[in-house]
């Protein structure tokens, strides 16, 4: 089965997963600009009332594991960052489906990785270590999720999680983020330096190296039907796969890419002389390449309507409340 590298119009998978990305970078800095609008409303900086825009909740990863503890235990909804836990079981459902897609199309922060990797391949000073040092600085992300796992899930008695669901501090957290950003003190700047720093001079730094985040979507990525597969008869080893992978996986000495780092972006495939040497397979069946990023965010938006519908996206607090901690704590 004769499946072409390019969507029609020749929108190549480099400039398909750029343009997803580059929506929801957008919708993500809105986001925040709405969101700083509201916080100036409720720490009293102005009376111009501007509604809190739910989808900052995707910011608090941590609150939506204590959530989903929660939710698991006792079977209720958060209803102070309901849209923090809806996304966060988004991620993991895509992940799933179309291995780390939420990773390579709609996370914005994978496209400033993106972009560190650009700088620092046209510098010439973008790598790749060596295969053991590369396991080892993997482990410290999965080192940091089963930190996290470990007070949330083992910790945490069930009174110490309502007691900081319910505290408001919670209630705040998105602020404190956004103030931490705003605001920075000159350790978070230097840290910030050096992530720019080491994200040019090693290849996806941040997201290979230390999302937490990114390893727990990695591991579910791992039950995906959906993988990239190639074909031993059609390679020529040239290594432009490898070269071009983002993640730094040996593509073209591996059969199937089911590499909890493997971000469907399809850039191997668009470098690929060989025009049917890799293939996104759905079982043992050949699929088009874009089907990965656009079954990602085609489940995402569904699963975000479903959870609109169903009530798990805007919080039910009155805004009043938030205007009371807020000029309180923040």
Sequence with gaps: MKLSHHLPGSITPVRFQRTIQSIFLLYSIWIGWRFYQFTLWASGQTDIYTPRPDSVEAFLPISALISLRDLIQTHHWDVIHPAGLSFFLIAI??????????????CPVGLISGWLNWIGSKLHLSKVPPRWIDYLLQLVKYSILAFFIWIVVFRMSLANIHSLMRSPFNLVADGKMLQFFLHPSTTTLLVLVGLFVLGIG????????????????GLFSKFSPVYINREEKQCIHCGKCRLACPAGIDVDVREKMISTECLGCMRCRAVCPQEECLTVRLGDSPIRWWYLGAGAVIMFMLLWLIAFALGGWESTLPKDMFRIFYQKIM
């Design 93 to 106: 459902t895509i992940s799933f489906f179309f291995r780390k897609a939420f990773c390579g199309y709609i």
């Design 202 to 217: 090693l290849r996806s730094f941040w997201c290979r190296y230390l999302c937490p985040y990114g390893a727990l979507l």
